[in-house]
């Protein structure tokens, strides 16, 4: 049976409720993840916890090494994974300690980031129109309505590059496009569990109101807090029900989403490309 992942954000560094059972080191590829992957058991369900921060939130979202964490996941045997994420809110009626799980993401990041894990030696072109898995998404949607009443799905994500907020003509730019919510790291991390072949939802606790609502006091790293750590409870209570309720059998698309994406021609990639990818490509690929 595949594992579940679980990528927690600011104020999630643990899960606290699910037995422990060891932590484990991967070696991957592309560099060291943002720490030990946490092997832990939840009535019979095997999940691997990961803090894309570190455990003392010490890598900033331009810095994390989002291909190192996805490989760890895939490597781990990892067939879905939730994200848990703080973001800002781009309207009003999205308040904060409101919880969104969103179904669209639009990357406005410098492109820093390294996005794909076929970047050398190897092109693959993979369906995107859609980057969560919805199914997971309806599961933990389903499951945070039972624990906290105000919870919205769908919507759009925008990835800003970070580590600073918005400006005010950002988040105004933001808001005139009709955008939903604001963070800084869940479009690479869907846009590689697409490439892995895992199942992805992000799970956004809204801390803010960005710096667009006039009325409210400026956008503080102490308000953020605050408010994150006031739903960190909630958010546990959601991910211990979700986690429970997912399918063990994978019906969706996400499980073979690298079937015909691999446009290179097999004779044309070395060995050495071969055996980085070949857990995500070994299956298609000899």
């Known amino acids: 049976m595949e594992r579940i992942g679980v990528i927690g954000g600011s104020g999630l ?4 409720g699910i037995a422990h059972r060891q932590e484990i080191e991967v070696n991957t590829p592309f560099g060291s993840a943002s720490g030990k992957f946490i092997l832990a ?3 019979g369900r095997e999940i691997v916890f990961l803090p894309r921060h570190g455990k003392f939130h010490q ?11 996805m490989y760890g996941m895939k490597k781990l045997g990892v067939g879905w994974v939730i994200s848990i ?8 009626e999205l308040r904060p300690l409101d919880f969104v799980v969103p179904t669209q993401f639009l990357d406005r990041t410098n492109h820093g980031r390294e996005n794909t894990f076929f970047d050398e030696g190897i092109v693959a072109h993979l369906s995107f129109a859609h980057p969560v898995c919805e199914e997971l998404a309806e599961v933990v949607y389903a499951q945070a309505k039972e624990i906290h009443r105000e919870v919205h799905y769908g919507g759009t994500y925008v990835n800003i590059e970070g580590p600073q907020f918005s400006t005010l003509a950002e988040s105004n730019l933001y808001r005139s496009w009709g955008m939903d919510i604001i963070g800084m790291t869940n479009m690479v991390e869907a846009r590689l569990a697409r490439e892995a072949e895992i199942c992805y939802a992000t799970l956004a606790a809204i801390t803010d109101y960005d710096c667009w609502r006039q009325t409210t006091d400026e956008v503080t790293v102490d308000m953020v807090i605050e408010n994150l750590q006031k739903n960190v409870a909630n958010a546990r209570a959601i991910l211990k029900k979700a986690l429970l309720k997912i399918d063990p059998q994978r019906t ?7 079937k015909y994406a691999v446009v290179t021609n097999a004779s044309g990639i070395s060995q050495e490309v071969k055996d980085r990818l070949d857990i995500f490509i070994g299956k298609y690929i000899k």
């Open 85 to 92: 994420s703080a973001c800002g809110s781009l309207k009003e």
């Open 41 to 43: 058991e939840l009535e």
């Open 13 to 16: 560094y643990q899960l606290e």
């Open 59 to 69: 890598i900033p979202p331009s810095a994390i090494n989002y291909r190192a964490n």
């Open 252 to 258: 969706c698309g996400c499980k073979d989403a690298l």
